[in-house]
């Protein structure tokens, strides 16, 4: 597989747009063409080879190095082909993405994901606020495509998410699936307060239990559920760690909420979880 | 030509093109994946009179299963597309979502899409839950026993029914021995069934009849009991007569079950098996003519 490596060579005065840097755009230019490329920060351009230094041939691999908070929407609207990211990149990466794989080495900024439609971003980090939520405006947010966030996931995980897959490793902060339609969201450390509020449909699966459950989330009981195996199968081929640790839910405690609209929706506790309370 | 003395007619079995899928049914263990195959591919020996041909296939280990329990592989055959839709959805509806703890799934990969849960759902009354994994989805329908998980889509893909054999044997016991060495042997074969009771069936058919409303009867050429009444295809020292037939999801699965089938028929010593033969129309109805001489080479 060809690869193009682009190390951020100086800091960008201002906000640094990189959505114009996807391995299908590049994908057949000249390193003098991907040099001679304009970047817009904050109310200027400037060309590619002024901010990064350039190695590699394009091809289906774009590896972006040393990239900073600065660095904004990074594989946004990604439709094919492997991003590898280090450094810590900021807002809005992969934000509108729908095929491809954006794997970053580093913690990512806000709206990881954001009116995501397809595709599989891993972070090997930590997260900010709104992973897989909505772009502004829309009344949706993640429809389709995977997350692994190997570190910790601020606010509102999954907000308004409609479908795909979320999986937090750390811990995730206040309204997790926050008024959530669809989808699954795993958190392995501790959720923040009001997870699943206005939930209408959707899977939160817990491994630790918050410190206090949802008013509007009633118990069912403790099941094992026909579903998790398949879920682990999914995901055994992207993440082994992960699917191993969903085995933790193969008894789950199920809540069915949120019971203000409609009680559609779930929260898995793991067993062991839901016998610590 | 003979195999351990036994004489391999030089005819064909002649075989049409169905309609198949192949369903995964699991399980909290393999007692209840059985009975809910059993239950599924019951009543569905011809599709003259049952709407579809269906057997298992094979047991499936739970690392073999989407789930990881205990499974068994199903084939389902039919003339149409429309008649696989209607069987999928009254066999699976019937049988194996009302069997508890069970479970299904697709079987097969490749081929027309065809839906297995996505109208048996709404049986969830609402209540049902989706999930999408990996381009597959899934329904959770709530059920007394906790969820029956059903994949949403199965596929269908062409196939063959019809391949068979003909067993022709001194008496009753030596026929009927031969033919259950031949279905032990023939269901180590991957991508097919015999669908009749035990994989064997006595009551072969001609086209016709001598009554109207009658499609098929009794193929009295190969009744023992006729010999002395009609142009007999027996000779006088064959006292009874079996036949197994064979739905594949390919000719070279058909030629594999055909070729293991006889060559276990005719095994041992004393067998009382006397000739192998076929049934066909005479090549004039269905496209596909398995050579018994060819595939025994």
């Given at each position: 597989?060809?690869?193009?490596?682009?190390?951020?060579?100086?800091?960008?005065?201002?906000?640094?747009?990189?959505?114009?840097?996807?391995?299908?755009?590049?994908?057949?230019?000249?390193?003098?063409?991907?040099?001679?490329?304009?970047?817009?920060?904050?109310?200027?351009?400037?060309?590619?080879?002024?901010?990064?230094?350039?190695?590699?041939?394009?091809?289906?691999?774009?590896?972006?190095?040393?990239?900073?908070?600065?660095?904004?929407?990074?594989?946004?609207?990604?439709?094919?082909?492997?991003?590898?990211?280090?450094?810590?990149?900021?807002?809005?990466?992969?934000?509108?993405?729908?095929?491809?794989?954006?794997?970053?080495?580093?913690?990512?900024?806000?709206?990881?994901?954001?009116?995501?439609?397809?595709?599989?971003?891993?972070?090997?980090?930590?997260?900010?606020?709104?992973?897989?939520?909505?772009?502004?405006?829309?009344?949706?947010?993640?429809?389709?495509?995977?997350?692994?966030?190997?570190?910790?996931?601020?606010?509102?995980?999954?907000?308004?998410?409609?479908?795909?897959?979320?999986?937090?490793?750390?811990?995730?902060?206040?309204?997790?699936?926050?008024?959530?339609?669809?989808?699954?969201?795993?958190?392995?450390?501790?959720?923040?307060?009001?997870?699943?509020?206005?939930?209408?449909?959707?899977?939160?699966?817990?491994?630790?239990?918050?410190?206090?459950?949802?008013?509007?989330?009633?118990?069912?009981?403790?099941?094992?559920?026909?579903?998790?195996?398949?879920?682990?199968?999914?995901?055994?081929?992207?993440?082994?760690?992960?699917?191993?640790?969903?085995?933790?839910?193969?008894?789950?405690?199920?809540?069915?909420?949120?019971?203000?609209?409609?009680?559609?929706?779930?929260?898995?506790?793991?067993?062991?979880?839901?016998?610590?309370? | 030509?003979?195999?351990?003395?036994?004489?391999?007619?030089?005819?064909?079995?002649?075989?049409?093109?169905?309609?198949?899928?192949?369903?995964?049914?699991?399980?909290?263990?393999?007692?209840?994946?059985?009975?809910?195959?059993?239950?599924?591919?019951?009543?569905?020996?011809?599709?003259?009179?049952?709407?579809?041909?269906?057997?298992?296939?094979?047991r499936l280990k739970p690392s073999e299963t989407p789930d990881g329990r205990p499974g068994i592989?199903?084939?389902?055959?039919?003339?149409?597309?429309?008649?696989?839709?209607?069987?999928?959805?009254?066999?699976?509806?019937?049988?194996?979502?009302?069997?508890?703890?069970?479970?299904?799934?697709?079987?097969?990969?490749?081929?027309?899409?065809?839906?297995?849960?996505?109208?048996?759902?709404?049986?969830?009354?609402?209540?049902?839950?989706?999930?999408?994994?990996?381009?597959?989805?899934?329904?959770?329908?709530?059920?007394?026993?906790?969820?029956?998980?059903?994949?949403?889509?199965?596929?269908?893909?062409?196939?063959?029914?019809?391949?068979?054999?003909?067993?022709?044997?001194?008496?009753?016991?030596?026929?009927?021995?031969?033919?259950?060495?031949?279905?032990?042997?023939?269901?180590?074969?991957?991508?097919?069934?015999?669908?009749?009771?035990?994989?064997?069936?006595?009551?072969?058919?001609?086209?016709?009849?001598?009554?109207?409303?009658?499609?098929?009867?009794?193929?009295?050429?190969?009744?023992?009991?006729?010999?002395?009444?009609?142009?007999?295809?027996?000779?006088?020292?064959?006292?009874?007569?079996?036949?197994?037939?064979?739905?594949?999801?390919?000719?070279?699965?058909?030629?594999?079950?055909?070729?293991?089938?006889?060559?276990?028929?005719?095994?041992?010593?004393?067998?009382?098996?006397?000739?192998?033969?076929?049934?066909?129309?005479?090549?004039?109805?269905?496209?596909?003519?398995?050579?018994?001489?060819?595939?025994?080479?």
């Amino acid at each position: 597989m060809t690869r193009l490596e682009l190390t951020l060579a100086a800091a960008p005065v201002g906000a640094l747009d990189l959505a114009p840097l996807l391995p299908a755009a590049l994908d057949g230019m000249t390193l003098d063409q991907v040099r001679r490329l304009r970047l817009r920060h904050g109310t200027r351009s400037s060309a590619l080879g002024d901010l990064f230094a350039v190695n590699g041939e394009p091809g289906e691999l774009l590896a972006l190095r040393g990239l900073t908070s600065g660095c904004l929407r990074v594989g946004a609207g990604l439709t094919s082909g492997t991003l590898e990211v280090s450094g810590n990149p900021g807002d809005e990466l992969g934000r509108e993405m729908s095929g491809g794989t954006i794997l970053v080495r580093g913690n990512a900024g806000d709206g990881v994901g954001l009116g995501m439609r397809g595709g599989l971003i891993r972070v090997q980090g930590s997260v900010g606020d709104r992973v897989g939520g909505m772009l502004p405006g829309a009344t949706r947010g993640m429809n389709e495509g995977t997350i692994i966030v190997t570190g910790d996931a601020g606010e509102r995980v999954g907000e308004r998410m409609r479908r795909g897959l979320i999986a937090i490793c750390g811990d995730s902060g206040a309204y997790t699936g926050d008024r959530m339609l669809a989808g699954t969201i795993i958190v392995l450390g501790a959720c923040g307060p009001h997870a699943g509020a206005g939930m209408r449909r959707g899977t939160l699966l817990l491994a630790e239990r918050p410190a206090q459950m949802p008013a509007t989330f009633n118990p069912s009981g403790t099941f094992a559920l026909t579903i998790m195996p398949l879920l682990a199968q999914y995901v055994v081929d992207i993440d082994r760690r992960l699917a191993r640790r969903i085995a933790d839910f193969s008894r789950a405690e199920r809540w069915c909420g949120d019971m203000a609209h409609g009680g559609k929706g779930e929260i898995l506790l793991a067993a062991a979880a839901a016998a610590g309370r | 030509m003979k195999i351990n003395g036994v004489a391999i007619d030089n005819t064909f079995a002649e075989a049409f093109p169905m309609k198949a899928t192949r369903l995964v049914v699991t399980a909290y263990n393999e007692t209840w994946a059985e009975h809910a195959a059993r239950a599924m591919t019951g009543f569905a020996t011809s599709v003259i009179a049952c709407g579809c041909e269906a057997g298992i296939e094979r047991r499936l280990k739970p690392s073999e299963t989407p789930d990881g329990r205990p499974g068994i592989a199903v084939l389902l055959f039919t003339m149409s597309k429309k008649e696989l839709g209607k069987q999928i959805q009254n066999r699976v509806g019937q049988c194996v979502l009302t069997s508890p703890t069970s479970a299904c799934f697709a079987g097969l990969d490749e081929g027309e899409p065809i839906a297995l849960g996505k109208n048996l759902r709404y049986f969830g009354d609402g209540h049902q839950i989706s999930k999408k994994f990996g381009g597959k989805r899934y329904w959770r329908v709530p059920v007394m026993d906790g969820e029956f998980v059903c994949e949403e889509m199965t596929r269908m893909v062409k196939a063959i029914g019809g391949g068979n054999f003909l067993i022709l044997a001194r008496d009753q016991a030596a026929a009927l021995a031969a033919a259950e060495r031949a279905i032990v042997a023939m269901q180590t074969v991957p991508g097919v069934i015999m669908p009749f009771p035990g994989g064997v069936v006595r009551s072969g058919s001609k086209v016709g009849s001598k009554y109207k409303t009658l499609s098929a009867s009794t193929n009295h050429l190969f009744c023992p009991t006729l010999k002395g009444a009609v142009d007999s295809e027996l000779s006088a020292d064959v006292g009874a007569v079996l036949e197994i037939v064979i739905d594949g999801l390919d000719t070279a699965s058909i030629d594999e079950a055909t070729r293991v089938g006889i060559r276990a028929a005719c095994r041992g010593r004393n067998h009382g098996v006397l000739r192998i033969s076929a049934g066909n129309y005479g090549g004039s109805l269905g496209p596909y003519h398995f050579k018994l001489r060819d595939i025994l080479k």
